[in-house]
């Protein structure tokens, strides 16, 4: 089973702009919000970009190394 959350404090204006939104598109504002939270939960953040980029990152490149790919891709022709 999930969870509910509460969002206190919502401005007038705002409630209002997003219930006529979901009320156009024949969504409910539950299953918009949902949507919204959902898309955003599967985005990773910024510092689980760098890990990933980290674990990839090739510490040491040596010109020898570099050579050698350039030399392969030119084999490839």
């Keep these: 089973m999930g969870r509910a959350f509460t ?3 919502v401005p007038d204006d705002v ?3 997003l219930k006529t939104r979901v009320a ?3 969504q409910s504002l539950q ?4 949507s919204l939270v959902t898309r955003e939960a ?3 953040t910024l510092a689980e970009i760098a890990a990933r ?3 990839y990152a090739v510490r040491e490149v040596s010109t020898e190394g570099i050579l050698a790919v350039i030399d392969e891709g030119r ?3």
């Design 53 to 55: 980029a980290e674990r």
């Design 7 to 9: 969002i206190r404090e």
């Design 31 to 34: 299953a918009d919000l949902l």
């Design 15 to 17: 409630a209002r702009r």
């Design 42 to 44: 599967a985005e990773p």
């Design 75 to 77: 084999a490839d022709r």
């Design 24 to 26: 156009e598109a024949g």
